[in-house]
């Protein structure tokens, strides 16, 4: 292990960063069901849970940094965050990028500062669910039940046009972006299985610290 790859082992559990990133983390999550204001109050009530997709991610690494903060441990709610925070967060920033690209002005001209700002907020949702996963005590039975939700939610997002919004552009790629999408999905799933399998002292003295006193 590099001095590097220590050092930022022995940050992310301190307990200022944690809470920290549980403050961003729960003021971004209340901004992004926010944002989806508009597309919600044109939704079915019971279909509104598959609508704020980046959102719910966020919410659910909320619930794991609260939980750390309390020396405590959900394994599905970590691989909850986990999977959809790496799989949303890098579905927004190709779907703004993609919109960009296709949209009849110039490329850099139709990015703006929103734009940006939710470009730097998906990566870092990306990263925040990889950062962790030396911790993460998620086992195969999480990993199977957040399969469920994540291609359920794709089901419905592309049956029933729940997606989150985008570009009046992007429209005529709606069928592409599904399978994007769902690929981005398995993607996601199948990465956190293997990082689930690499050995992890980290995780093993947690796991027994917190579950096996």
């Not at 609260?66 to 949303?88: D, G, N, W």
């Not at 998906?122 to 469920?148: E, S, V």
Request: proline share 5%; aromatic share 20%.
């Amino acid at each position: 292990m590099t001095p590097a790859v220590r050092y930022i082992r022995s940050v992310i559990m301190e307990r200022w960063f944690l809470l920290s990133l549980f403050v961003i983390n729960l003021v971004g999550t209340i901004y992004g069901y926010y944002w989806y204001k508009e597309q919600l109050m044109m939704t079915k009530w019971y279909q509104i849970p598959f609508v704020p997709d980046s959102p719910t991610a966020s919410l659910f690494f909320t619930v794991v940094l609260f939980l750390y903060l309390m020396k405590k441990r959900s394994p599905l709610i970590e691989a909850l965050a986990c999977i959809t925070l790496f799989k949303y967060g890098i579905w927004a920033v190709v779907m703004i990028l993609w919109g960009a690209a296709v949209t009849p002005i110039p490329w850099a001209e139709s990015l703006t500062w929103e734009h940006w700002m939710l470009i730097g907020s998906h990566l870092g949702m990306a990263l925040q669910g990889i950062l962790y996963f030396p911790y993460y005590t998620f086992q195969k039975r999480d990993i199977l039940i957040t399969a469920t939700w994540t291609l359920m939610n794709d089901y419905f997002d592309y049956q029933f046009d729940l997606h989150p919004w985008v570009v009046t552009e992007l429209d005529s790629y709606m069928p592409s972006i599904g399978f994007f999408t769902v690929i981005l999905g398995l993607t996601s799933i199948f990465l956190a299985a293997i990082f689930m399998m690499i050995p992890s002292k980290v995780r093993l003295w947690e796991y027994k610290k917190l579950y096996q006193k």
